[in-house]
């Protein structure tokens, strides 16, 4: 823009408003081009590789690798695998069925939670609230007792195949161990939410369980040396479990806490445990070449 | 035939997922034991041809020198999550939109429902309530039965069968774990399917009677010797359950040292890994089916009396 120009009276300014017009009309005009080709091609934005560091449009071995590794979600994968260790019929899927099923499992229980106070005055009229009033409330409730039922049969079978390929044996000793604390937080977990819609089926399921409890030797007041220990109905076992001596508001409140704090937690951190043993541990067993009898090398004296 | 009960029992929800395993547990065993068949046909193969084993990639899947050893995850594993993913979500869906979770009346500690019976995959402990007492079926059994899995890779000392499917070569292992499963599955059907009121014994499609009396009486087996005193009823108790440990021990040592392999594995297994293997296979595969015939076939509920716990 030209100084001297300025001040020449309104037909010059009229003049440069129009030529500003235009070179913003044509600024403009580029931009859009180069946004709708944005668009036809994202993967070029500043956005798009801001969010994702490796490019994906091209499958080089070198991306898909990235791609992996590159991914937080994504990372506890290695980036290459064995080529029969995809085969269904090696894994079943079931370790990673069991995960999935672990995950719908927090989002429709984080879910679920919104609706639920922990209380005896409150509990079962959440649930009819749930089942009648809430949107898909119902359809929420019966995807988490059947995911959690589903997790119980699924985390069966993955222990099963790992018995049947022997992929407990060496190194993976120590994970399998791991795997059995996760059954039983399973177990657990799946236990002490039946308490919690506060109905006779769950209240007579938890007194059943709990009331084996008053049986623990040592620690339980009708359990082996348990009376000589000075256990009574209102010291022992039961009594911390239930937060009393009857399965009342305590313990609903003791089994929505284990339910929806302790026990997830614990799981998803023996999970994490889980899951790095595997990649520590030399990724999962096999399919592994077999080995002959004849190999089998002489026994270690120690 | 009580059909219409029959029906109840098994299309109650939260019964749905014991009718599944029903069909389940057989098909994955099956489909393992098919796999294990395959490889036990290569390995002996191979055994008989040293120049072959040489070669050979030792698999049955297919592959060709050249063929890659390796895929990458991405997309070659990532797609089959995501689709299991699809697939899982999709059984929920359906499994959700056409069955109700249970809803029962508000608790009411004044009126117990008979029978009551713990969740399903509890009711295995709560049926071994009837042979033994609380503090052993409900407290002392599941421990042992956790710490028996945990030390299982520590005394089995079979180096064969890592990382495939495999029958001939893990017999022991593989068998002393599908009697555990099997025995564990079948107490969670009995308990489901064959306990009625007052948890008596009712076969699948028999009226569950609430008036039936039961006129057996139990006895425990110092009676059947006519002991009387409680240092007698101990004493011989501690005996008989010595002595079965020692015979149970016995066979079981036969069994699991029959097979020239198996004698060579037995070889390997220190003295200590073979007594904790014993002693967890003789008190939950051997003990406990012992205690369930001894109590369904002679009416023995107490094998071992003293004054503070009884077995």
Same mark, same amino acid.
């Given at each position: 823009m ?7 009276g309104?037909v ?7 030529e500003e017009?235009e070179?913003?009309?044509m600024?403009?005009?580029e ?14 934005t500043q ?9 994906h449009?091209?499958?080089t071995?070198?991306n ?6 590159a ?22 899927? +079931?370790?990673?069925?069991s ?7 927090? @989002?429709t229980?984080? *879910?679920l !939670?919104?609706? $639920?106070h922990?209380t005896?005055?409150q509990a ?7 089942e009648?009033d809430?949107?898909?409330g119902?359809?929420?409730?019966n995807?988490h007792?059947w ?8 985390v069966w079978?993955?222990m099963?195949?790992?018995v049947?390929t022997?992929?407990y044996?060496?190194p993976?000793e ?6 059995v604390?996760?059954?039983v937080l ?8 039946y308490?919690?819609p506060?109905?006779q089926l769950g209240?007579?399921a938890v007194?059943?369980?709990t009331? +084996?409890a008053?049986a623990t ?7 082996p @040396?348990?009376?000589? *220990?000075? !256990?009574?109905? $209102? ?9 009393g001596?009857?399965v ?20 998803a951190?023996?999970m994490g445990?889980?899951f790095?043993r595997?990649r520590k541990?030399?990724g999962?067993?096999?399919?592994a070449?077999?080995?002959l009898?004849?190999?089998?090398k002489p026994?270690?004296?120690v | 035939?009580d059909?219409y009960?029959?029906?109840q ?10 009718v ?5 547990v057989?098909?994955y ?7 294990a068949?395959a490889n ?6 191979l055994?008989a041809n040293?120049?072959?084993a ?5 698999k ?10 390796e895929?990458?995850?991405?997309p ?15 059984l ?11 809803l029962?009346?508000p608790?009411?500690p ?5 029978p009551s019976k713990a969740?399903?995959y ?11 007492d609380p503090?052993?079926?409900?407290v002392?059994?599941?421990t ?8 299982f890779p520590?005394v089995?000392?079979?180096p064969?069968?890592n990382?495939?499917y495999?029958w001939?070569?893990?017999t022991?292992a593989i ?7 099997y025995?564990w ?6 308990g489901?399917l ?6 008596m ?9 609430h008036t039936?009396?039961?006129y057996e009486?139990n006895?425990?087996l110092?009676?059947?010797f ?8 101990g ?8 002595l079965?440990?020692l015979?149970?021990?016995f066979g079981?040592?036969k ?13 390997r ?5 073979y007594?904790?293997f014993?002693?967890?296979a ?11 015939l001894?109590r369904?076939?002679?009416?023995i509920k107490?094998?071992?009396i003293t004054?503070w716990?009884?077995i």
């Open positions: 030209d100084r001297e120009k300025e001040g020449r309104g010059g300014v009229l003049e440069r408003v129009r017009s070179q913003l009309r600024r403009l005009k931009e859009l081009e180069g946004l709708k080709q944005d668009l036809k091609e994202p993967q070029r956005l798009w590789r801001s969010i994702f560091r490796v490019p449009e091209r499958t071995p070198r898909r690798t990235l791609a992996v590794l991914n937080v979600f994504l990372h506890l994968h290695p980036a290459r695998i064995n080529r029969d260790a995809v085969r269904y019929s090696y894994t079943w899927g +079931m370790g990673g069925i995960f999935y099923l672990f995950i719908v499992l927090t @989002f229980g984080v *879910l !939670m919104f609706y $639920y922990p005896k005055v079962f009229r959440d649930i009819l609230y749930l009648h809430v949107p898909f119902r359809l929420l409730r995807m007792r995911a959690a039922h589903l997790m119980v049969i699924t079978l993955h099963f195949r790992v049947l022997g992929s044996k060496r993976r120590f994970n399998w161990c791991v795997g604390i996760l059954l399973t177990l657990l977990l799946s236990f002490t939410g308490l919690l506060d109905d209240f007579w007194t059943v369980g009331n +084996m008053r030797p040592l620690i339980g007041h009708e359990g @040396f348990g009376p000589q *220990l000075g !256990m009574t109905p $209102y010291n022992d076992v039961r009594f911390a479990l239930l937060g001596s009857i009342d508001s305590n313990a609903l409140l003791r089994a929505y806490i284990w339910h929806c704090i302790a026990l997830p937690l614990l799981a951190i023996f445990v889980h790095w595997v541990d030399g999962i067993s096999g399919p070449p077999v080995m009898e004849s190999e089998m026994v270690r004296k | 035939m059909w009960q029959l029906w029992i098994i299309s109650a929800p939260d019964n749905v997922p014991i599944g395993l029903l069909v389940i057989p098909f065993t099956w489909y393992g034991l098919r796999q068949r036990d046909r290569l390995i002996q193969e055994e040293p120049e072959l040489k070669t050979h990639h030792r049955t899947f297919p592959y060709r020198p050249g063929w890659p050893t895929v990458h995850v991405w070659y594993l990532l797609r089959i999550e995501f689709l299991a993913a699809i697939i899982v979500t999709a929920l869906m359906v499994w959700s939109l056409t069955l109700d979770a249970p029962e009346e608790a009411n004044n009126l117990t429902p008979n969740p399903w509890f009711v295995g402990l709560q049926e071994m309530l009837v042979y033994f503090w052993f079926a409900g002392v059994l599941p042992l039965i956790i710490i028996g899995l945990m030390a520590y089995d000392a079979n064969l069968g990382g495939y495999t001939r070569q893990r022991v068998g002393s774990f599908l009697i555990g499963f025995l599955i079948a107490l969670i059907i009995v489901t064959m306990r009625g009121p007052g948890w014994l009712f076969w699948p499609g028999q009226t569950w009677d039936r009396l039961v009486v006895r425990n110092p009676d059947l006519g002991i009387t005193s409680d240092w007698g009823k004493i011989f108790g501690l005996f008989a359950v010595v079965f440990y015979a149970a021990g079981l040592h069994l699991v040292t029959r097979s020239p392999l198996n004698r060579k594995i037995y070889e297994t220190s003295l200590v890994q007594l904790i014993q002693f967890f003789i008190t939950i595969l051997v003990g406990l089916p012992a205690k369930i001894l369904l076939l002679f009416r107490y094998v071992w004054p716990f009884n």
